[in-house]
């Protein structure tokens, strides 16, 4: 019996801009703060977990139990490390998801923040490997890019400004 040849690792690389109401300080604050973190950052599920270390060197690591619409059950993984923080600034970090326990994709982020008359720029740039992919790996990215820009109208939320 033979073991199927691993699948070929793809890569891309994808900018999301979002433009601010507030100064850079209060996004990097965002970030750094657990309890407002929380409100915007969560895996989908239930039972979820979440531990959060900002610093050079730490990291968040979060679970979940997702069910998908069909019934079936996916356990979540997202771990993260912390490899550059300038306060309001720039955040680099490195990131992995599993689901039930494979290796799915791992990226590296870098989060711009750049002040404008009007608030902040944010610029987040991700450089994704997708090492397991989704079929025939066609609707990672976009999940991948989907997920950014949720998660990120989900940041404006939790500063109190429109999504």
Do not use: C, K
């Not at 977990?49 to 079936?72: I, L």
């Not at 989060?111 to 790996?137: H, K, N, S, Y």
């Amino acid at each position: 019996m033979t073991t199927p040849a691993p699948a070929e690792v793809q890569h891309d690389t994808f900018t999301v801009t979002l433009e601010l109401a507030v100064p850079p300080e209060l996004v990097y604050e965002a970030f750094a703060d657990p309890a407002v973190r929380r409100r915007w950052f969560r895996l989908p599920g239930r039972d979820a977990s979440y531990e959060h270390d900002f610093r050079v060197g730490g990291g968040e690591s979060a679970r979940s139990t997702f069910r998908a619409v069909d019934g079936t059950t996916e356990r979540l993984a997202y771990d993260s490390r912390f490899v550059d923080l300038v306060p309001a600034q720039r955040i680099v970090l490195t990131y992995e998801t599993h689901v039930n326990d494979v290796l799915r994709w791992t990226a590296l982020v870098t989060v711009a923040l750049d002040p404008t008359d009007d608030g902040t720029r944010l610029r987040w740039t991700e450089q994704v490997a997708f090492v397991t992919p989704t079929g025939d790996g066609t609707h990672d990215l976009p999940h991948v890019r989907g997920g950014v820009r949720l998660q990120l109208n989900g940041l404006a939320g939790a500063l109190g400004l429109p999504r």
